[in-house]
């Protein structure tokens, strides 16, 4: 009889194992697909130095929304145009907050700036302040004799040193060109190196550049919070107050002086203008113009000089692509006078190989990471409220 009963007791426990997992899967909520995971680490081991890269690899097996872990910590990134938009315009209001970190914590003022803040009231307002006031096209067009002057000085330059037949880092040039630029628009004067802390300006924004995107152990790992291992937290600690202490600064001398003079309203009196005025329909103290103007320095300085120095460097490789750019440059302008930001639209050659960088090279390629406000369902896929969600561009 035996033999008759195991047969049958296997068919039987199969077929109630189908059952339940039929059940079970219709109850459980399916994540996007992903690579697997092993206990702990997450897919972390699958990282290495250039994370939008690795990303891309894997996800030629997955498709273009995946679900991977940092550690404990479930993340979804999107691969393809139509997968960003499921995130940043379909379902725009799930995924409009931002995970919070140190950085943003301390740095930013309990993240007062635009790039880190909560979604909310305050976001909302403070966009739509910065696009109607600060970054307004009339604000923009206001600097353009202040930019043709920094520039006219750095051509000045190297044509002196090419006189010279002397050697140019032109990345540290460049680099001082766009601080230069970003302090004038922002503040209404240059500061040098020596303004802000031992280490100097370049070197301490890159330094909160590298914290903050540096992955955060105790962040992936909730358990090892008490630790501070990676010693983020005193370093973080020691960058907000020297950013502070210069900002404060850059603010007292704004309301000490009389706005006579200046041909431009640079943008912390206008911030400043908006603080005095009690317009604001919004909490707005100096913490938050602190938080903006920290915000408006990182976001020009560092980006623009990326892109212009992987421009340069492409174009120093591809000679072919240099002489088109030469031979663009002397049809529209011609070889008697400066090209002018009016120019601009007429170079399409030059516009095409910017935009051809920017897509090879972008500067921020995974975007700052969204954090969503409840649960959602995308593609059918089901995404949890508190998801880190990251756009590789
Ligand atoms: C930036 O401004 C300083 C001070 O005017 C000047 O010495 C420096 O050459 C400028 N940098 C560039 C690249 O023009
Ligand atoms: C790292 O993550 C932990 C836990 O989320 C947080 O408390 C800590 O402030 C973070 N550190 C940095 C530098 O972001």
Same mark, same amino acid.
């Given at each position: 009889?035996?033999?008759?009963?195991?047969?049958?007791?296997?068919?039987?426990?199969?077929?109630?194992?189908?059952?339940?997992?039929?059940?079970?899967?219709?109850?459980?909520?399916?994540?996007?697909?992903?690579?697997?995971?092993?206990?702990?680490?997450?897919?972390?081991?699958?990282?290495?130095?250039?994370?939008?890269?690795?990303?891309?690899?894997?996800?030629?097996?997955?498709?273009?929304?995946?679900?991977?872990?940092?550690?404990?910590?479930?993340?979804?990134?999107?691969?393809?145009?139509?997968?960003?938009?499921?995130?940043?315009?379909?379902?725009?209001?799930?995924?409009?907050?931002?995970?919070?970190?140190?950085?943003?914590?301390?740095?930013?003022?309990?993240?007062?700036?635009?790039?880190?803040?909560?979604?909310?009231?305050?976001?909302?307002?403070?966009?739509?302040?910065?696009?109607?006031?600060?970054?307004?096209?009339?604000?923009?067009?206001?600097?353009?004799?202040?930019?043709?002057?920094?520039?006219?000085?750095?051509?000045?330059?190297?044509?002196?040193?090419?006189?010279?037949?002397?050697?140019?880092?032109?990345?540290?040039?460049?680099?001082?060109?766009?601080?230069?630029?970003?302090?004038?628009?922002?503040?209404?004067?240059?500061?040098?190196?020596?303004?802000?802390?031992?280490?100097?300006?370049?070197?301490?924004?890159?330094?909160?550049?590298?914290?903050?995107?540096?992955?955060?152990?105790?962040?992936?790992?909730?358990?090892?919070?008490?630790?501070?291992?990676?010693?983020?937290?005193?370093?973080?600690?020691?960058?907000?107050?020297?950013?502070?202490?210069?900002?404060?600064?850059?603010?007292?001398?704004?309301?000490?002086?009389?706005?006579?003079?200046?041909?431009?309203?640079? &943008?912390?009196?206008?911030?400043?203008?908006?603080?005095?005025?009690?317009?604001?329909?919004?909490?707005?103290?100096?913490?938050?113009?602190?938080?903006?103007?920290?915000?408006?320095?990182?976001?020009?300085?560092?980006?623009?000089?990326?892109?212009?120095?992987?421009?340069?460097?492409?174009?120093?490789?591809?000679?072919?692509?240099?002489?088109?750019?030469?031979? *663009?440059? *002397?049809?529209?302008?011609?070889?008697?006078? &400066?090209?002018?930001?009016?120019?601009? *639209?007429?170079?399409?050659?030059?516009?095409?190989?910017?935009? *051809?960088?920017?897509?090879?090279?972008?500067?921020?390629?995974?975007?700052?990471?969204?954090?969503?406000?409840?649960?959602?369902?995308?593609?059918?896929?089901?995404?949890?409220?508190?998801?880190?969600?990251?756009?590789?561009?």
């Amino acid at each position: 009889m035996a033999f008759l009963w195991l047969p049958l007791a296997v068919v039987a426990i199969f077929l109630l194992l189908q059952k339940l997992q039929k059940k079970f899967s219709k109850k459980k909520k399916i994540l996007p697909p992903g690579p697997r995971k092993l206990p702990l680490l997450g897919n972390l081991h699958m990282f290495g130095d250039n994370l939008h890269q690795d990303l891309n690899k894997i996800a030629k097996k997955h498709g273009p929304i995946m679900s991977i872990h940092f550690g404990l910590v479930p993340v979804i990134v999107a691969f393809t145009p139509y997968a960003a938009e499921q995130f940043l315009k379909t379902h725009d209001l799930t995924f409009s907050s931002r995970p919070s970190n140190q950085v943003s914590e301390n740095i930013f003022y309990k993240r007062k700036n635009l790039v880190s803040a909560r979604y909310g009231p305050y976001w909302r307002n403070m966009r739509k302040l910065c696009t109607l006031q600060l970054l307004s096209s009339a604000k923009i067009l206001a600097f353009q004799p202040m930019r043709k002057q920094e520039l006219g000085i750095l051509i000045n330059f190297v044509k002196q040193a090419a006189m010279e037949h002397k050697v140019v880092d032109l990345t540290a040039k460049v680099g001082s060109l766009s601080a230069n630029m970003s302090c004038l628009m922002i503040f209404g004067k240059k500061y040098m190196d020596e303004d802000l802390g031992e280490k100097g300006f370049k070197a301490i924004i890159q330094d909160m550049l590298h914290i903050a995107a540096l992955p955060n152990f105790s962040d992936f790992f909730p358990f090892l919070r008490i630790f501070d291992l990676q010693g983020y937290n005193r370093r973080v600690k020691e960058l907000a107050k020297l950013f502070d202490e210069f900002l404060e600064r850059v603010i007292d001398e704004h309301v000490g002086e009389s706005n006579e003079q200046k041909q431009a309203k640079d &943008m912390v009196d206008t911030l400043m203008e908006i603080l005095q005025s009690g317009a604001a329909e919004f909490e707005f103290d100096r913490r938050h113009v602190k938080a903006i103007m920290l915000d408006l320095l990182i976001a020009s300085m560092d980006t623009s000089l990326t892109t212009i120095d992987w421009i340069l460097t492409e174009l120093l490789r591809h000679p072919d692509v240099m002489k088109k750019v030469h031979n *663009e440059l *002397e049809q529209v302008v011609g070889k008697n006078r &400066m090209v002018e930001e009016l120019d601009l *639209e007429s170079l399409e050659y030059l516009d095409m190989v910017i935009k *051809e960088c920017n897509r090879l090279y972008p500067a921020a390629p995974l975007l700052p990471p969204h954090e969503s406000i409840e649960d959602c369902t995308i593609n059918n896929f089901h995404s949890p409220k508190g998801s880190r969600v990251l756009i590789n561009i």
